[in-house]
C-alpha cells in the first residue's frame, strides 16, 4: 500500500511597515505586519508511473511544479542519489526550463540538514544516515520520491493582465471575483511581483513542509507556541540561511522572519552568523560530520522577535503601483551615502527610530484600549470622518497620533530621499499618499520597506466605506496606476494546513 502521506504548509507575505533601511542595522527594530495572502507548499509522495520518474533510474526523484505557472517552464526535476560517500543533487531538466535558484538552494540545504539531523538523532551514520534519508524520501522504495507544489495566492503577482482579460476593473471587488490561484501566462521571470516578498515566503514554505513531511522536524499546531518552539526556531535559520545563498547576499531577514512569526517587532541576526556557510559546496552533500547544525542551531542566533500587533477595528490596506519606472536596488546607494555622511546619517537614522517606535507604541496602546467600552464605536464613527478633526476621547486621540507620526515617519524618509539621492518617497508617491490621506477614515500611510515607486500602504478605519473611498481614489488616479491588493493584515506565521480549509487548493493541485 502507497502511503497518503500529503504535507501542505504556509507561510504569509509581509509589509514592512516601518523601519526600512534601518532594520539593516541591529541597532534599530522595525514593524513587520504579515499578510493575510499566503505562500502554499504542498508535498506528496511521487507515483512511480509519473512521468518525472521515467527520466533515469536514480535513487529517489523531487519534483516542484509552481502551480499557477505555465508548467511546461515551471517545473523542476531533481535526482537523488548517493554515490560513495556523496549525497548527489542534479536536476535532469535543466535544459528545458532552465534553473531556479530558490528551489534547488532550498533543496539542497534542507536536504543537507535533514541528513545531518538523521546522523546525530538516530542510531544511523555516515552513509547509512543517507540512505534512511532515501527511503524517507521513496517511502521506503514505495514512490518515486516527492511531489512537490508551490502556489501563491493571487496577491504575490499583478493581476492587471487578469482583470483586464476579463474586462474588470483593477479594483478590490474584481479582485475577489478571481479564482483562486490564477493560472498565470508567461514563466516566473516574466511576471511583475508586487512586493509581498515571494521568494521567502517560498523558501520558508518549502523548508517546513519538506523538514515535517520528512519527519525531521515536528511543526506545532498552535500558533502561539511559535516563539519558543525549537522546530520553528531551526526552520527559521535554515530558511534564513537558504534564502540569503539564493539572493547572493546577507539582507536583514525581515522577511523570512515574517514568514515564520508572523507579524511582530522585528530586529535582525548578526550577520556574522552565517560566514562560515556562504561559501560551502552546491554540488554535493558529503555523508560525513555536520557542517549546518552547529551554525544553524537555534541557541546560536540572535534575532529578536517581539509580539506587536494591529489594534481591533483598523486594516492595512496596500496597492501595487506600477509608475512605468523600475526601482533599482537602493540599499547599495542608501547605505554607501551613510557611510560617506556619517554624523548626518546617525541623526536621522536616530530621529526616524524615534519615530518608528512612536508609532510601535501608540499602536499598542491602542490594542489596550480595545477593551474600553467605547471603543469599537469610536472607531467605527471615525471611519465616516476626518481623523484629524477629532479628539473627543483617548481613543480618537491615539488616532489621531498615529496620524501625526505617519506624517513625521514620511518627512524622516523624503529627507533621506533629499540627502541619498534615492527615490525612497518619490514625489509621485508622496502625490497620491497625500491625496489618500485626505479620505474620511483614513489613518495615513507611507511607502513599505526599501520604498520607490512600486508599492504603497494606508492604515484605514476597517469599514466598506473607507475601503470603498479608497478603491475609488485609486481606481480613478491617473498619475500612476495603482492596483489594491487583496490582502489584510494577519498575525500569523507559518501554518500546518489542511486541503480542505483553502479555498481553491484541492483545484489548483488537481487532486
Ligand atoms: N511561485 C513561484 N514558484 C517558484 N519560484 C518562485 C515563485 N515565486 C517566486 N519564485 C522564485 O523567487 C524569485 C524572485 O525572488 P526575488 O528575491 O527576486 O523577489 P522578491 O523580493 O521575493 O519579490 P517580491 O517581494 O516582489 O515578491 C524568482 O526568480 C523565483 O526563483
Ligand atoms: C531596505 C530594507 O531594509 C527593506 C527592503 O524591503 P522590501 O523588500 O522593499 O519590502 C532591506 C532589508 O531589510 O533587507
Known sequence: MHSQKHTIVSSPGKVLLAGGYLVLDRSYSGLVVATSSRFYSS????????SAASI???????????????????????????ENDQLIIKQTNQDVVGKNKFIYITLFQTLAL??????????????DAGRELLNRITDDGQSAGLDLVVLADNDF???REQLSALSLPTKIDSLSSLQPFTPLPRPIPQTNKT??????????????????????VSLPSNPTEANSNESLQLVHSLAQFAHCLAQGKVGSGFDVSSAVFGTHIFKRFSPSILTPLMDGSLDSIHLSSPTLLPVL???????????????????????????????????????????????????????????????????????AREKDEDYEETVGWMGERHIEDHKENP?????????????????FQRRMSELSGVAIEPPEQTRLLDACSELEG???????????????????????????????????WTEMSVCPLLARQSDGGLKVERLSDVKGLAEALGS
Not at 71 to 80: D, P, V
Open 195 to 216: 512586493g509581498l516578498g515571494s521568494s521567502a515566503a517560498l523558501v520558508t514554505s518549502l523548508v517546513a513542509s519538506l523538514l515535517s513531511h520528512l519527519d525531521i
Open 43 to 50: 508535498v506528496q509522495p511521487l507515483p512511480a508511473s509519473s
Open 442 to 476: 483614513v489613518i495615513g500611510g507611507g511607502v513599505p520597506g526599501a520604498g520607490g515607486y512600486d508599492a504603497l500602504f494606508l492604515l484605514i478605519i476597517d469599514t466598506p466605506s473607507v475601503t470603498s473611498r479608497v478603491d475609488k481614489l485609486w481606481s480613478e
Open 297 to 367: 542551531d537555534p541557541s546560536k542566533w540572535d534575532q529578536k522577535t517581539t509580539a506587536f500587533r494591529l489594534p481591533k477595528g483598523l486594516r492595512l490596506i496596500l496597492a501595487d503601483v506600477d509608475a512605468g519606472t523600475d526601482t533599482p536596488s537602493f540599499v547599495g546607494k542608501v547605505l554607501a551615502w551613510r557611510k560617506n555622511h556619517p554624523e548626518v546619517a546617525q541623526k536621522l537614522w536616530d530621529d526616524l527610530d524615534k519615530a518608528n517606535m512612536q508609532l510601535e507604541r501608540l499602536l499598542t496602546e491602542l490594542v
Open 395 to 411: 481613543t480618537a486621540v491615539l488616532l489621531y497620533e498615529i496620524r501625526l507620526t505617519l506624517f513625521i515617519i514620511r518627512d
Open 157 to 159: 503577482y499583478s493581476q
Open 114 to 127: 535533514a541528513y545531518e539531523k538523521i546522523a546525530t538523532t538516530t542510531d544511523k551514520k555516515g552513509v
Open 56 to 82: 533515469s533510474t536514480p535513487q529517489g526523484i523531487i519534483s516542484v511544479r509552481a502551480g499557477q505557472f505555465p508548467s511546461q517552464s515551471s517545473t523542476w526535476i531533481y535526482s537523488i542519489s548517493i
